[in-house]
């Protein structure tokens, strides 16, 4: 434990095991934190274990649409994917349903372990088989948000 050697070796799978942790999703609960402090800090630094999660980053064109759009609008479009792709109780191709790149909150999702149901369950502790609650959503896009907010202030 707290050895960081070898780390380069582990797979992906055994990066993603995630085991041992508090689920975020079970501290969501309507006036559980302030808008000013969800409880993000302690994913960001799970993640940060992940080298898997890590390579994610905004590329150029990406950059340059937070730029020209704006949060709030990039906001507005990672509730409708939320709600489109990820929301629903079932999805046929679900683990493909996010494309790797073009549009910020898609690099996000990848980075975050918000892409699929399946890393939903594993990374965020929210069960797939069942239609995501709005709470449950918008967490979604609260991490995907403060990675994109993140991503997109360390620079090019
Ligand atoms: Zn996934």
């Given at each position: ?33 302030g808008?000013?402090?969800?409880p993000y ?5 799970r ?24 949060m709030?609008t ?20 679900d ?12 690099i ?11 890393c ?6 929210l ?30």
């Amino acid at each position: 434990m707290g050895n960081t050697e070898g780390a380069e070796n582990r797979s992906k799978d055994a990066e993603e095991e995630g085991g041992g942790f508090i689920s975020p999703v079970k501290l969501i609960q309507p006036g559980a934190w302030g808008l000013e402090e969800p409880p993000y800090s302690s994913f960001f630094a799970r993640l940060s274990q992940s080298a898997f999660r890590q390579n994610f980053h905004l590329g150029e064109k990406e950059r340059a649409y937070v730029a020209e759009k704006g949060m709030d609008t990039i906001r507005e479009h990672a509730c409708e994917i939320i709600r489109k792709r990820l929301a629903p109780q079932l999805i046929p191709n679900d683990g493909r349903q996010t494309p790797m790149r073009n549009h910020p909150v898609f690099i996000a999702q990848h980075a975050t372990a918000t892409c699929c149901r399946e890393c939903l369950q594993k990374w965020h502790g929210l069960p797939k088989g069942r239609e995501m609650t709005e709470a449950e959503q918008s967490y979604a896009v609260g991490v995907i948000m403060e990675w994109i907010r993140r991503d997109y202030g360390s620079g090019a």
